[in-house]
Each structure stands twice: as structure tokens, then as C-alpha cells.
């Protein structure tokens, strides 16, 4: 089965950058869509990028474009999340999903990284 696991969450003070990262394991991630993304307390879970395995064509959602930057390393199997100019509103536990080619939602989802930014 898949195993999707993400590291790299912290404690950073706005403005400031963080580096997620998610190591996928189980299977060939050949016509998957890899994706981020994020829940605060009390909210509903939020789409933040998402990426092809294939052809490494990421997508957005409006909170995370301009600032964010979705990769992934298919010699490594990991999935990455560069964040930049962090804001206190993107406080929130980090999820790595994975969504098989041909499904409409995300089936496989790692454990998550919290990720805190501080005003």
C-alpha cells in the first residue's frame, strides 16, 4: 500500500520560509497526483498544491500561490513544499496526499507536520 510520511514542519516567525517535505513509498507514483495540504484547529481541511507525478506540472489554491512552491523528486519519491513570505494565518497541521490517476479524491494521506508561524 502507500505510505506517505512528511517531515520538515517548525516553528518560524512571519515572513519567513519552511521546507516540507513527503516521502512516498509502496508503489510506482507513475499517473498519480501528489498533493498538500492543511487543517488548523476548530477549521476544515484546506487544498494548498498539488502535483503531477509525471510531469511535475503543480497547481495551486489562492492562499498558497505567489508564495508557495510544490516539487516533487521521483528518483527520491518525495514530494516537497517550499513556503516563503509565511504568514500566521498559515498555521495549520501539513498533509501529504496522494491521489491515483483516474480517482476523483485523495485516497492515501500521511500522518502530518504542524507547521506554527509566529507574528
Known amino acids: 500500500q502507500v505510505q506517505l510520511v512528511e517531515s520538515g514542519g517548525g516553528l518560524v516567525q512571519a515572513g519567513g520560509s519552511l521546507s516540507l517535505s513527503c516521502a512516498a513509498s509502496g508503489r510506482s507514483f507513475s499517473g498519480y497526483t501528489m498533493g498538500w495540504f492543511r487543517q488548523a484547529p476548530g477549521k476544515e481541511r484546506e487544498f494548498v498544491a498539488r502535483i503531477s507525478w509525471n510531469t511535475g506540472t503543480g497547481y495551486y489554491g489562492d492562499s498558497a500561490r505567489g508564495r508557495f512552491t510544490i516539487s516533487r523528486d521521483r528518483t527520491k519519491n518525495t514530494v516537497a513544499l517550499q513556503m516563503d513570505s509565511l504568514k500566521p494565518e498559515d498555521t495549520a497541521v501539513y498533509y501529504c496526499?496522494?491521489?491515483?490517476?483516474?480517482?476523483?479524491?485523495?485516497?492515501?494521506w500521511g500522518q502530518g507536520t504542524q507547521v506554527t508561524v509566529s507574528s
Open positions: 496526499g496522494a491521489r491515483e490517476g483516474g480517482e476523483a479524491d485523495f485516497g492515501s
